[in-house]
């Protein structure tokens, strides 16, 4: 089974398809504004803080788990983390572990996409609305033009199933001739327009008033406010490094299981990090901030998720050139979205050929298939409602899309500080070009890593239960009851993939180490 | 205005370039 598995046919396309899966939406859409309403450069020391303590350790711990589990034919993170748990407890505790780590990740992976597909769409006909200048005419509000775009079936309907269909069209062709071929066209792409952009935000000038500059949008979004660094802001911060780095969600650990045995993890797991960063902190902070601040002041600045859809291309309209800006802007988007959703998308393909022994090409057909079934409620709900509350997406963001990661990355952060320990250590060293020290692997990966994930997520619980989550009837549905059916069926549908998820991970952890489960021995080892 | 953030931006900015250039740099030299 091992030997049939696929490889990365290079080390820049290895590098490249890991930093596309890290670079998402996340970088350019949510960066901006999170630093912009937590505190400016005072957001950035838990920032930093997060992703010393909590990113990158667990970004080499899920290249360790993923090229470990490739090692023995798996793809997904339920063999994966029962590899590893094994090693510390028994053979049946791990198994469970196991499940409830695949049973996240298969959650993420269907869900998550299910609407991240659906923004896709949305950047790709953004794109042509700003090339075709859609919203460019002087009379069209872009905040009812967004609405009007998701309340219409034909436009959504088109760029979706074209987002869709290009992504299973590339994991078809396989990791090589699909995922890695894209990666290396898309990403030095993303990267042009990102320089493009930042030289257009920069030459800006004046436009509107002398005081309203992008340099001083820049110097006003960056200097730091520290009365507002507080706890709410620290894990805005941490939530940002989980979602910013897709870690948390099997998917950077799916791509490390196509990786040979003693392929480097630690200074490419390092690398793929760095350029993570580039494209969040100097791109994706330098365009849509100092852009906004420049067009309309502090006022651009709380613009919060709108930034993208409403307020820039109100922007583009009166910008030289706006067109083409707005245009690569949305491309930008649309790319770092791809290069994303397609390790989602792979992770489920992995899943099949693992589980039903399906080749790539029929997985591809039956995820497609998947998504267009799960995909669906996502853009129904506005069309049928005729608001703009997007209640089914929300929910199932806020729960599969920002709170589960983080028991996710507990668990990985347990299993190899704690339950793996020595082993762990030992494999994430064996054939890296850099080495993880073992001062760092105690200090941090057997300490800071599972405490600070541990604190983030008690934190994260007080919030969700404060901001009124947990209640049956959630807090940001209460003055709109007709949301509410929506509202329960993203928890029905959560919960019935979940079940999938868990009876999915354990059978095919018991399949094949069935033998193991009842002996309580270490019986499969490579 | 008194440029505190736009020092506080070069700093992090030189931070990631610094780190692109040595973990790209070291791949490099390490897949030849």
Redesign the interface.
């Known amino acids: 089974m091992a030997e049939q598995r696929e490889n990365w046919g290079s080390k820049i396309g290895l590098v490249l398809a890991m930093a596309g899966n890290a670079i998402g939406l996340g970088n350019f859409w949510r960066f901006p504004y999170q630093i912009g309403k937590f505190g400016g450069g005072a957001f950035m020391v838990p920032y930093l803080f997060a992703l010393i303590a909590m990113g990158i350790p667990l970004m080499i711990s899920e290249w360790n788990l993923g090229r470990e589990g490739g090692k023995y034919g798996h793809g997904t993170l339920g063999p994966m983390i029962y590899l590893q748990a094994r090693e510390g407890v028994s053979p049946k505790t791990a198994a469970i572990l196991g499940g409830l780590a695949g049973m996240l990740a298969f959650g993420v992976t269907i869900l998550v996409n299910s609407y991240y597909i659906h923004i896709i769409g949305w950047t790709l006909g953004y794109a042509y609305e700003s090339i075709t200048g859609g919203y460019m005419a002087e009379s069209v509000n872009t905040g009812e033009f967004f609405v009007n775009y998701i309340q219409d079936p034909v436009r959504v309907f088109i760029f979706w199933l074209l987002a869709l269909g290009s992504l299973g069209y590339a994991v078809m062709k396989g990791i090589q001739k699909g995922i890695e071929a894209w990666a290396k066209f898309m990403m030095p792409v993303l990267y042009i327009c990102g320089f493009i952009l930042i030289i257009r935000t920069l030459t800006l000038g004046a436009p509107v008033q002398p005081d309203w500059t992008p340099i001083k949008g820049l110097n006003f979004i960056w200097t730091p406010r520290w009365e507002q660094l507080n706890w709410t802001a620290a894990i805005a911060a941490a939530g940002q490094i989980f979602f910013t780095l897709s870690i948390g969600m099997g998917i950077i650990c799916n791509y490390a299981s196509y990786l040979k045995p003693d392929d480097d993890i630690v200074l490419s797991g390092v690398t793929t990090v760095s350029l993570n960063e580039f494209a969040e902190v100097i791109l994706g902070g330098t365009i849509a901030i100092p852009i906004a601040y420049t067009f309309m002041g502090e006022k651009g600045l709380a613009s919060g998720v709108g930034l993208s859809f409403i307020s820039l291309p109100n922007i583009f309209k009166s910008m030289g050139g706006g067109q083409i800006f707005g245009a690569c802007w949305f491309l930008l988007l649309f790319f770092a979205g791809f290069t994303s959703a397609i390790a989602m998308y792979n992770y489920l393909v992995a899943l099949l050929e693992e589980e039903a022994g399906l080749v790539r090409k029929k997985a591809s057909v039956v995820v497609f298939a998947l998504y267009i079934l799960v995909g669906l409620p996502v853009c129904l709900e506005p069309i049928l409602t005729k608001t703009d509350a997007l209640a089914y997406f929300t929910e199932i963001d806020n729960w599969i899309g920002s709170y589960l990661l983080v028991v996710l990355g507990l668990i990985e952060a347990v299993v190899i500080g704690w339950l793996s320990k020595g082993k762990a250590f030992d494999e994430m060293n064996r054939g890296s070009y850099w080495k993880v020290p073992r001062w760092f692997f105690k200090v941090f990966m057997q300490f800071l890593t599972p405490l600070s994930t541990l604190i983030f997520l008690v934190f994260s619980t007080r919030d969700y239960f404060n901001a009124g989550y947990f209640k049956l009837v959630p807090s940001f549905v209460e003055k709109t009851p007709q949301l509410v059916p929506w509202v329960n069926a993203a928890r029905l549908v959560i919960l019935v993939v979940f079940v999938i998820g868990f009876t999915q991970a354990y059978r095919t952890i018991k399949k094949k180490y069935g033998q193991e489960l009842t002996t309580g021995k270490t019986v499969v080892r490579m | 205005?008194?440029?505190?953030?736009?020092g506080?931006?070069l700093v992090?900015?030189a931070a990631?370039?610094c780190?692109?250039g040595v973990?790209?740099a070291?791949?490099v030299k390490?897949?030849k």
């Open positions: 205005m008194s440029g505190l953030g736009l506080f931006m992090f900015w990631i370039i780190a692109c973990t790209l070291s791949l390490h897949s």
